[in-house]
């Protein structure tokens, strides 16, 4: 089959849905692959390493390709260029999506990638929700420490002490642990709370400290129903006073935020009011990894650097990933690969399977339909 990798068309977008590593495993499958002239080069991926694989660079790689594959869903005029009965594999966005109804008109098969059963011990190799999320804790350290005006080390000089910058990481995930263990490699103090009690063990094994909130045997049992599908839960009323209390004090004592939290279907959950920002010590800084989702800050702005009246500012960066696009693409190309090859039986035949539960929780249109329920 024709396989197409398309440009990336989204504004800050610089990560591509194959390499040369997949690609030539793709062609060695037996697969033709066309590539977009450039699609790979912000990512570092220039033409001339895809044509030494044997893929074939195109003006125009959605032509009689009958599988598509990105990193972002097609939009617009992108979506009428889709050949009739093809396959598209990217991240769609479902939730917020509102094209859908496009994909099933032109009769194309879209898998949305961020929709696959993280709890399948079968699926991790295809994650790309974790694969990513592990690249963007790391650099939203990075990206805190470029804009904190102090040390993250304590440091000993004869000019005096300089004391370890105390870094504070809302959300325990995978962008969570990995921004603890950067943090901690950087030479901070790190403090960390997550809605789920099991991640304190996860914390302190990177060398942070839990910030630990009170809960009812009924939460506990809540938040261990949420944590086997990899998410948070909603707390009861009095939980979320007594986070909000502990939160206040950790975060005015901070020098540096993350927060992390995100829920599918919904938009994040808001962690930090603005009077606990009011409360920082001027020159912090706080890093929303949510603000895309409707930010878990109170005063966050996606693409925008946000300097309050204390001299906080609060870091709207979107799309973290896309700024490790070499890493973040071959890892997401991996995952790709690797949910591509589900599509064929052991002859190389393409057959989408309704009955496999990674194809079926992935497959949200077919068949001139929309299978997706945004419930």
Request: some cysteine.
């Amino acid at each position: 089959m024709q396989i197409g990798i398309p440009t990336e068309t989204i504004v800050g977008e610089h990560r591509v849905a194959a390499t040369p590593e997949t690609v030539k495993k793709l062609i060695n499958a037996g697969h033709h692959v066309v590539i977009e002239r450039g699609a790979g080069v912000r990512a570092a991926y220039i033409d001339s390493a895809y044509e030494q694989v044997g893929a074939q660079i195109t003006q125009d790689a959605y032509a009689g390709s009958a599988i598509i594959l990105k990193v972002r869903a097609p939009q617009g005029e992108e979506i009428q260029k889709l050949t009739s009965g093809s396959t598209v594999i990217a991240m769609f966005d479902p939730y917020r999506n509102t094209e859908l109804d496009q994909f099933a008109a032109q009769q194309v098969s879209a898998f949305a990638l961020e929709l696959l059963p993280r709890t399948l011990s079968r699926a991790q190799n295809m994650d790309v929700l974790s694969s990513q999320a592990n690249l963007a804790g790391y650099k939203s350290v990075l990206l805190a420490a470029a804009e904190y005006q102090r040390m993250f080390p304590m440091l000993m000089t004869a000019a005096g002490t300089v004391k370890p910058a105390r870094v504070v990481i809302m959300g325990v995930g995978v962008a969570g642990l990995q921004a603890i263990a950067t943090a901690k490699r950087l030479g901070a103090i790190v403090e960390a709370t997550d809605l789920r009690p099991t991640a304190k063990e996860q914390v302190e094994s990177l060398g942070g400290k839990w910030l630990d909130v009170p809960m009812s045997d009924e939460e506990k049992q809540k938040a261990a129903d949420a944590a086997k599908n990899g998410y948070g839960w909603m707390p009861g009323e009095q939980y979320i006073k007594d986070q909000n209390i502990i939160v206040d004090k950790a975060v005015s004592n901070a020098d540096i935020v993350i927060t992390t939290a995100l829920l599918p279907g919904r938009n994040a959950p808001r962690l930090i009011k603005a009077e606990t920002v009011a409360k920082m010590k001027p020159g912090s800084i706080i890093l929303d990894m949510a603000v895309e989702s409707g930010g878990n800050v109170e005063g966050s702005v996606c693409g925008e650097n946000v300097v309050t009246e204390n001299a906080v500012t609060i870091l709207g960066i979107a799309n973290i990933p896309a700024t490790l696009s070499t890493e973040a693409s071959a890892l997401y190309a991996r995952n790709v690969f690797n949910f591509v090859e589900t599509l064929f039986d052991k002859e190389q035949t393409f057959a989408i399977n309704q009955a496999d539960e990674i194809q079926k929780a992935l497959l949200i249109t077919h068949d001139g339909q929309v299978l997706f329920q945004r419930g």
